[in-house]
């Protein structure tokens, strides 16, 4: 069990590394979009954000899943 709250917590701490940097990154992009989901939309938000917080959140979802199935194994 330590061994699981010892590798999540890295990932988090990377992850959030990653969006700071992200966060720093796009401040100057002057494109910005709308997302149309389910009969919304969002505010305009740089494509750059919308595509590197659905990859950090991807990165830190799959390490959470592989990290719970391997704990399980054991």
């Known amino acids: 069990m330590k061994k699981f709250i010892i590798s999540n917590s890295l990932s988090l701490l990377f992850n959030l590394f990653l969006l700071i940097f992200l966060l720093i990154g796009i401040q100057n992009n002057q494109k910005k979009e709308k997302i149309f989901f389910l009969n919304t939309e969002t ?14 959140v991807g990165i830190f979802y799959g390490n959470f899943i592989f990290s719970f199935l391997k704990f399980k194994q054991k």
Not at 43 to 56: A, K, L, R, T, W
């Open 43 to 56: 505010v305009n938000m740089p494509i750059s954000f919308i595509s590197g917080s659905s990859f950090i």
